[in-house]
């Protein structure tokens, strides 16, 4: 709840959120009763694992990107059966839906569970699952990205991309895209443009984390050698303005996720968060939540937040709301839906 005027406006408006990492949407009670079902022992010698509140109060005191990464390759260790990653899915969408999401594309990292034994199929088809129902009883539209971590090895990767279960869930359409995520800095996107180039040949869509701690000259890499389609964060790219301005005239979506920024130490408040630079300059931007279980705050506590700090119009929010509407992946029909949802919303306020 922000106190601003226009907060009824801000709760009403058709969301879409496009950077939301479902494994960063395991909270600590989900968390810790999937680790009693599968008996797991989450690292006794961290008094953070104690109890709920401790590791809540722990989330509170990330570093840096990397210290987040710790806790959250733990805490996904206790999703291990197809129901568990349903469930998890589950209660993000519901979550979602009560903010006003109507179009979610949801990011999931096969990677960090393949390397646990966890085989593709299972995590997928409880991601599958979940949107169906969300489909169905919350009539939001989902997509799902696959991501690549890219701390690990390239050739771990490219082997993923080349599994037969993963290129059959590319074919019939169960994912729609690929995302590059996990440390930035060390990892530059170049190393991953084989795999970007053979997704570009199948059609699959492309985005990549660039820009978050690392320089802005990741986002030109992801643009130039992997042909995203869009930037996930993209923070850095006030720092370049001749970058800037090429991502404004190309029309290219930045999807930032400004709370996240600020837990993970990448600007230090929220007004430093180039919101209106980047309105200015025509730079089309998405709030999202990125990791809500873990920043504690998802999309409708987001966008209060960067309400507080940036104080913006009615037209602010039409602009950000259709911005994020037209860079989604879902069909033209689905977006004239969307922005007629958004218009009539905008007319009655
Ligand atoms: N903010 C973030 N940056 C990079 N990788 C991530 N994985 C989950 N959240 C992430
Ligand atoms: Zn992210």
């Keep these: 709840m922000c106190k601003s005027a226009l907060h009824p406006l801000i709760c009403a408006l058709p969301k879409v959120e496009q950077h939301i990492h479902l494994e960063g949407a395991l909270e600590p009670d989900l968390l810790f009763s999937l ?14 694992f104690t109890s709920e509140q401790a590791l809540r109060d722990r989330y509170l005191r990330f570093t840096s990107l990397d ?47 393949l390397s646990r034994g966890i085989d593709y199929n299972t995590m997928l088809q409880g991601f599958v699952d979940a949107k169906k129902r969300a489909e169905d009883e919350l009539h939001m539209s989902v997509n799902i990205i696959a991501c690549f971590l890219r701390h ?43 795999i970007y180039d053979k997704a570009r040949d199948l059609n699959v869509r492309r985005t990549a984390h660039a820009g978050e701690e690392g320089p802005a000259q990741n986002i030109a890499s992801a643009l130039d050698n992997l042909g995203c389609q869009r930037i996930d964060h993209g923070l850095r790219l006030a720092e370049d303005p001749v970058l800037m301005k090429r991502v404004a005239d ?28 980047f309105l200015d300059a025509g730079v089309k931007f998405s709030l999202n939540s990125d990791d809500p ?24 929010w039409e602009t950000i709301c259709t911005n994020g509407i037209q860079g989604s992946w ?20």
């Design 35 to 48: 680790a009693a079902k599968h008996g797991i022992k989450l690292l006794a010698d961290d008094a953070a």
């Design 67 to 113: 210290d987040f990464l710790g806790y959250y390759y733990i805490g996904m260790s206790v999703l291990r059966e197809s129901v568990d990653f349903c469930e998890l899915a589950w209660r993000y969408f519901q979550r979602a839906a009560k903010d006003g999401v109507r179009h979610a594309e949801v990011f999931f990292d096969p990677q960090a569970h």
């Design 152 to 194: 690990l090895p390239v050739a771990d990767s490219l082997a993923v991309f080349d599994n037969a279960d993963v290129q059959a869930s590319f074919r019939d359409g169960r994912v729609v895209g690929i995302g590059l995520d996990s440390s930035e800095n060390d990892f530059p996107p170049v190393m991953f443009k084989e």
């Design 250 to 277: 190309e029309g290219f979506l930045l999807t930032l996720c400004p709370v996240s920024n600020i837990l993970l130490r990448c600007v230090p408040s929220m007004k430093e968060v180039p919101i209106r630079k």
């Design 293 to 316: 279980a873990y920043f504690g705050a998802y999309i409708l506590d987001t966008y209060c937040a960067v309400q507080e700090a940036h104080n913006l119009s009615v037209k602010d």
């Design 330 to 349: 879902c069909s033209d029909e689905r977006k004239n839906e969307l922005m007629g949802e958004l218009r009539t919303v905008i007319s009655q306020h």
